[in-house]
């Protein structure tokens, strides 16, 4: 599968923008203006961290606080629409033809597995945490074994979840030598998922895809 960039989707942008709703608009807006800077970084850290940014800006909705979940089951549900919405089967193909090994390899990671750390702080159990993780194990194998893509996905993004969070809130060095596959793996993953995101919401303009968490204000 060939993989789709910042000006190729930006010239379908401009070309179909018009006929988009307003909060879809926003959406793809801001989601390529990050795709558009991970292209540009030269290190994987930076260009990590700025996918995950288009990701969230790609799927982040207002939702009640009363009614909010927390973000891993909204971003599995997002990816569950999306793949509804994939005639063209690019998650699928993403998945089983494109990086099937890295998934493989990232699922098996302990260092992107959140539980493993809460475990090296103090917050679980050494049982706690290798059972949690033997669980997620099985739930990867069995997607693996039925060809369900969402889920599948769900489960990597939860990984690629965790080594966000060690890059943004300062608990990894930057370029540094250690846990550099897991990095250039989870940067490989999303630099095609990204595009591929935001080519299906394109695809089904006209399905909700959510207001904007924070919409445009205009104070001038």
């Given at each position: 599968?060939?993989?789709?960039?910042f000006?190729?989707?930006?010239?379908?942008?401009r070309?179909?923008r018009?006929i988009y709703?307003e909060?879809?608009n926003?959406?793809?807006?801001?989601?390529l203006?990050?795709?558009?800077k991970?292209e540009s970084?030269?290190?994987?850290d930076?260009?990590?961290?700025?996918?995950?940014?288009?990701?969230?800006?790609?799927y982040?909705?207002?939702?009640p606080?009363?009614?909010?979940?927390g973000?891993?089951?909204?971003?599995?549900?997002f990816?569950?629409?999306?793949?509804?919405h994939?005639?063209?089967?690019?998650?699928?193909?993403?998945?089983?033809?494109?990086f099937t090994g890295?998934i493989?390899?990232?699922?098996d990671?302990?260092?992107v597995f959140?539980p493993?750390?809460?475990?090296?702080?103090?917050?679980?159990?050494?049982e706690a945490?290798?059972?949690?993780f033997?669980r997620?194990k099985r739930?990867?194998?069995?997607?693996l074994?039925?060809?369900?893509?969402?889920k599948?996905l769900?489960?990597?993004l939860?990984?690629?979840?965790t080594l966000?969070n060690q890059l943004?809130?300062?608990?990894?060095t930057w370029?540094?030598g250690?846990?550099?596959?897991?990095?250039?793996?989870?940067t490989h993953?999303?630099?095609?998922?990204?595009?591929?995101?935001?080519?299906i919401?394109?695809?089904?303009?006209?399905?909700h895809?959510g207001d904007?968490?924070?919409?445009?204000i205009?104070?001038?």
């Open positions: 599968m060939t993989a789709l960039c000006e190729q989707l930006k010239r379908r942008h070309l179909e018009e709703p909060g879809l926003l959406r793809v807006h801001r989601a203006s990050w795709l558009d991970a970084c030269e290190d994987d930076s260009k990590l961290i700025f996918l995950w940014i288009a990701f969230n800006a790609a982040a909705c207002d939702i606080i009363k009614y909010r979940p973000e891993q089951h909204v971003f599995g549900e990816i569950s629409r999306l793949n509804a994939d005639k063209q089967e690019r998650l699928s193909q993403l998945v089983w033809q494109s890295p493989r390899v990232l699922l990671n302990r260092f959140q493993y750390w809460d475990h090296l702080n103090g917050k679980l159990s050494e945490w290798k059972a949690s033997a997620a739930a990867a194998s069995k997607a074994s039925n060809n369900d893509t969402p599948l769900s489960i990597v939860a990984r690629v979840y966000r943004v809130h300062g608990g990894a370029n540094s250690i846990n550099r596959n897991q990095v250039r793996d989870c993953l999303m630099q095609a998922l990204v595009p591929s995101i935001i080519n919401m394109m695809d089904a303009a006209q399905s895809w904007p968490y924070y919409p445009v205009n104070d001038s």
